[in-house]
């Protein structure tokens, strides 16, 4: 809350009675991702003294309808999200970061980047949006339901390259995970996470974006980021037989 008192008096009054506000959540998340950006978001509101509140929707919906104002924004998108929807707003602070690492059984298969993927059997986890994404052209995929699933098809040999993600706060996999496998020197694919608003909330940005900062400086949105990912992690070890 002392944030508030570096900004303009005018910035201030523009915002600074309490409100609630929408925002969209990836509806087919099952991962700490979606409940981590939730997370860090939902404090950042609390410290100034708003209340913020989030509707599960897909994400090519969300969008649409944070374009047309009937939403207020989003917790996670891309950077490049805003630069033909002029009614959105960037957060310049990064909330979150996905990488996409690769995992072979050969070491000596070291493709580059996702186009080299395109003559290989590839393995990955089902409802990951943004894998399915970049692997439009990769013509033999096998989805899975677990990471460990993607792994164990590797091991396998029912196909050349297991791709992951990663995100902030998500612990590393465990080497008995990786036992005879090995991961690529360096990511194939990686974004930087940010939250937007729609522009008719840009009275929002300096504040939100000064309390986002500091969260970030301080470690508070890691801590919330890694409880998101531990719970989530907890919540699918309950689910399992």
């Known amino acids: 809350m002392f944030l508030i008192g570096l900004l303009p008096a005018a910035s201030r009054q523009a915002w600074a009675a309490p409100q609630r506000w929408r925002f969209a959540t990836d509806s087919n998340d099952r991962s700490g991702l979606a409940p981590a950006g939730r997370a860090v978001l939902r404090r950042a509101f609390e410290r100034l003294g708003q209340v913020l509140e989030f509707e599960p929707l897909p994400l090519r919906r969300s969008l649409r309808l944070t374009e047309l104002g009937q939403l207020d924004g989003e917790p996670l998108r891309i950077a490049s999200i805003v630069d ?37 059997r590839v393995a990955h986890q089902r ?12 013509a033999r995929r096998v989805e899975a339901t677990t990471p460990d699933d993607v792994l164990r098809l590797l091991r396998l040999r029912v196909v050349d390259i297991g791709l992951l993600t990663l995100a902030s ?22 974004s930087s996470l940010y939250p937007v608003l729609h522009r008719s909330h840009a009275q929002l940005l300096p504040a939100l974006t000064a309390v986002l900062q ?25 689910l399992s037989p």
């Open 84 to 120: 033909r929807r002029p009614q959105l707003l960037l957060v310049p602070v990064a909330i979150s970061r996905v990488e996409v690492w690769g995992f072979v059984g050969d070491a000596a298969l070291q493709p580059h980047d996702m186009a080299e993927l395109r003559p290989l």
């Open 127 to 138: 409802g990951i949006l943004l894998l399915e994404q970049l692997l439009g052209e990769v």
């Open 169 to 190: 706060g998500q612990a590393p996999l465990r080497p008995a995970q990786l036992e005879g496998l090995v991961p690529l020197t360096a990511p194939l694919y990686s």
């Open 214 to 238: 500091e969260m970030e400086s301080s470690g508070e949105s890691d801590g919330l980021r890694r409880k998101a990912w531990a719970d989530a992690r907890e919540g699918a070890a309950a």
